[in-house]
């Protein structure tokens, strides 16, 4: 009875080492997905954001309480009707970012880049800086994340995205031009004040 109480012991040890090596060895999704959106699009672009490693744009999300929704930007404004996406608060204080619900049909890469460029305004007025800095962000994201062996619907959305892709693949540390590019729309000059 003894040497079977052993055997029983040992190969508890074994079982145990070897679930212990496996959950090891598999991924593991740190970032719970509902926390940020009910959206199954979104998740998607969440999850594909995860999988690229993009742990400085959960940490934003998180660092803020960020929930993401798709939302008919012209309801807030007619002047946003043609907005990618905004990030505000409501009237509870809760921050969101809302996708302007055009570009639902907009592919899964694409809507992370959106996700990323808004996860980066912290601010509740956001300044010349952070615009830079969330655009370069969409802009590499991009670049990561856009497959060249897909085919991508020819939208606004793509263009931009591609055009920013261009600008920040020909900046360099004398030559910013996603800033330039900033500086120059009148849109921003009239936001941030630029004469």
Avoid at 20 to 44: C, G, Q, R, W
Avoid at 73 to 90: C, E, K, P, V
Avoid at 161 to 190: G, M, P, Q, T, V
């Amino acid at each position: 009875m003894n040497s079977v109480y052993w055997e029983c012991i040992e190969m508890k040890k074994i079982t145990l080492s070897l679930v212990l090596v496996l959950s090891l060895a598999l991924p593991v999704n740190a970032y719970n997905m509902k926390h940020f959106t009910e959206d199954i699009k979104v998740t998607a672009a969440l999850e594909l954001l995860d999988k690229v490693g993009a742990d400085e744009i959960f940490d934003n999300l998180q660092a803020n309480s960020v929930k993401i929704i798709f939302y008919d930007l012209s309801l807030m404004s007619y002047d946003y009707r043609y907005h990618y996406a905004i990030n505000g608060t409501n009237n509870f204080g809760d921050r969101y970012i809302l996708i302007n619900t055009r570009y639902r049909k907009c592919s899964t890469e694409e809507i992370a880049c959106l996700i990323a460029h808004e996860s980066c305004h912290k601010a509740k007025v956001a300044t010349f800086a952070e615009e830079t800095l969330a655009t370069q962000t969409e802009a590499r994201y991009w670049l990561k994340l856009k497959n060249p062996n897909k085919i991508y619907t020819d939208n606004d959305l793509k263009n931009r995205l591609d055009n920013l892709a261009y600008l920040y693949s020909h900046s360099d540390k004398n030559n910013n031009r996603i800033e330039e590019r900033i500086a120059n729309s009148e849109f921003y000059r009239n936001q941030f004040s630029i004469k």
